[in-house]
């Protein structure tokens, strides 16, 4: 990663905070006087801690969290390299390269990933919330599809996102108005999958993170696969993966002892393998 002249690394790893504990890698943004809107190189940390996280054997689980009373209050871009005069395309190729590939980073990563969601998260900052596997979020947490308030496009897989956890209707109708959705309303609606006390986020979040951590890891990487691509696939090509993840896993370590423990009438040790 490269990272802009004016930005020192030593302050990027305060800006994004990384420890890896019991398995699980911790990634927290730690903007809380931005409300942690994300700039141009916190999001490309945190692409990069994903891809490490996937390609590291020892991290078995991701939570992505924040500091103070905001998750993510959207994009931050001030600190992004200069591109001089705007010229057509250069929109898009922001977007691309920027919103969508931490996005995508997210729901490619080969962990399962967590949002410990602490408060507001709005536009980018709410997709990178629903990108993720499982959703824990704050009473005093709320979601904002902020995009139309601004007069913009939803960026940052919002329109691809949003339909697929709860349907075109709904999706429409956040985005169209952008009103705030409170955290309760949004587990009913289901973007979120727990709301807990804010005193309980980080026991909970980890609670989760470390049962996932001892599970098998490479069977939830290809589980993870198969429910991602299958809203876009038919029913055919569904079966035909479901059956290649299914040949591919039973070559693991941890299926063979998920098999043997049943046998043997014990609980399976799993080592991520």
């Known amino acids: 990663m490269t990272t802009p002249p004016d930005r ?15 398995g699980v890698s911790w990634i927290t943004l730690n903007r809380p006087e931005a409300m942690n809107a994300v700039t141009w190189d916190q ?17 078995r689980a991701v939570v992505i969290t924040a500091t103070g009373k905001g998750f993510c209050a959207g994009a931050d871009l001030r600190g992004a390299p200069s591109t001089g005069e705007r010229v057509p395309g250069d929109v898009a190729r922001t977007i691309r390269l920027g919103a969508q590939r931490l996005i995508a980073a997210v729901l490619d990563c080969e ?25 824990i979020a704050t009473e005093q947490a709320k979601f904002i599809e902020v995009f139309v308030r601004r007069g913009l496009v939803p960026d940052g897989g ?40 804010a005193g309980e986020l980080e026991k909970t979040a980890r609670a989760w993170a470390e049962r996932l951590a001892t599970g098998p890891t490479r069977a939830i990487a290809m589980t993870k696969q198969l429910v991602n691509a299958s809203l876009g696939s038919d029913r055919a090509t569904a079966f035909a993966a479901e059956a290649a993840a299914q040949e591919i896993n039973m070559t693991t370590a941890d299926a063979n002892e998920g098999v043997a423990s049943f046998v043997e009438r014990r609980s399976p040790s799993y080592e991520g393998r």
């Not at 999001?43 to 991290?59: G, K, M, Q, Y």
């Not at 969601?117 to 959703?135: E, K, R, S």
């Open 158 to 197: 919002g329109a691809y996102l949003l339909p697929r956890l709860i349907g075109p209707q709904r999706a429409k109708e956040l985005m169209f108005f952008g009103d705030s959705v409170p955290a309760a309303d949004a587990e009913r609606l289901g973007l979120v999958n727990r709301v807990v006390p």
């Open 111 to 135: 962990k399962p990933v967590i949002a410990a969601v602490n408060g507001t998260a709005a536009g980018i900052g709410a997709h990178l919330a629903f990108a993720c596997d499982l959703v």
């Open 8 to 22: 020192p690394v030593a302050s990027l790893d305060s800006l994004v905070l990384h420890a890896t504990d019991n």
């Open 43 to 59: 999001r490309e940390r945190v692409i990069s801690l994903l891809a490490e996280a996937s390609a590291d054997p020892t991290v």
